[in-house]
């Protein structure tokens, strides 16, 4: 597996199990995270041919892979349990939303909760993302490993007491700034994966309260990314998340952590 990274201090980074480099050792004219989205999906340089020495992860800190994401893209109710859990009927075509670049954070947090008055019933969702390699449009199913840069996992927040007042109030729950946490790093597998048996956990406080695995997805990370394809043009860093095994309420002190086999967690504070 290869990770696109980038530090606290806005290095773009490239890694392995072993360690990172700086991005710009193995593709010395890229400035960001972003400039390699393309090269993913072929298959990125090993950092370990880069003139560079590695570092092991446990000595950098992290910041959003992608601190410019592009169009972010949520999707409703694409497992049954939690189309369940909302009592709601789980669509036959894809539940999708935007969400602003604003409302993006990274590992860390915080998740800052609105005032109470606005709202005081605020839900964290586990999410697994679906980045954007190369600019596409009307690309197939088996196509889409041909545009897909990597995944990466989130934290999806809604404020639900807004939305339950009126479906059609989803933009305002979702749109909050620090109502969706990128994770610390762009996994970039294999083309191909398998992706049935990965598992997508929403841990709060240390308790898992919500689990799943795409293979129980009504729509699969590749399926999104076509199908969003025939609406409209995808480009490099474009974030599509991919829907949530279930919410958990959350309150200021509590701490979130979103675990994706394979593709790793991350994690954030709540205040208010």
């Given at each position: ?32 995270v ?46 049954a ?14 539940a ?23 709202s ?5 969702e ?38 339950q ?13 620090s ?39 009504h729509f ?6 076509a199908f ?13 998340s991919?829907?949530t095994p279930g919410?958990e ?15 790793g ?8």
């Open positions: 597996m290869r990770y696109l990274a980038c530090t606290a201090t806005g290095v773009p980074q490239l890694g392995d199990d072993e360690g990172f480099v700086p991005l710009s050792a193995a593709y010395p004219d890229a400035t960001s972003r400039d390699a989205l393309p090269e993913a999906p072929g298959g990125l340089v090993d950092p370990a041919e880069a003139p560079a020495g590695r570092v092991p992860r446990k000595n950098l800190s992290l910041g959003s892979v992608l601190p410019d994401p592009g169009k972010l893209f949520g999707i409703g109710l694409n497992y349990e939690h189309a369940a859990d909302l009592s709601e009927e789980a669509p036959d075509e894809p999708s939303f935007f969400k602003p670049s604003t409302a993006a954070t990274g590992p860390g947090g915080p998740i800052r909760l609105p005032p109470a008055d606005i005081d019933r605020v839900t964290a586990a999410e697994l993302a679906v980045v954007v390699g190369k600019t596409c449009r009307n690309v197939s199913v088996e196509e889409a490993d041909e545009v897909i840069a990597g995944y990466m996992p989130v934290i999806d927040m809604t404020a639900e007491d807004i939305l007042r009126n479906p059609r109030f989803l933009t305002r729950s979702k749109s909050f700034d109502f969706i946490v990128l994770g610390p790093h762009l996994a970039v597998p294999r083309p191909g994966m398998d992706l049935a048996d990965i598992e997508v956990r929403t841990v709060v406080n240390g308790e898992v309260t919500a689990r799943n695995v795409v293979d129980n997805m699969s990370p590749r399926e999104l990314v969003h394809s025939d609406v409209m043009t995808l480009e490099p860093g474009d974030v599509i991919t829907g919410a309420p959350i309150d200021p002190g509590d701490h979130v952590r979103a675990e994706i086999d394979a593709f967690a991350v994690e954030a504070d709540v205040v208010r």
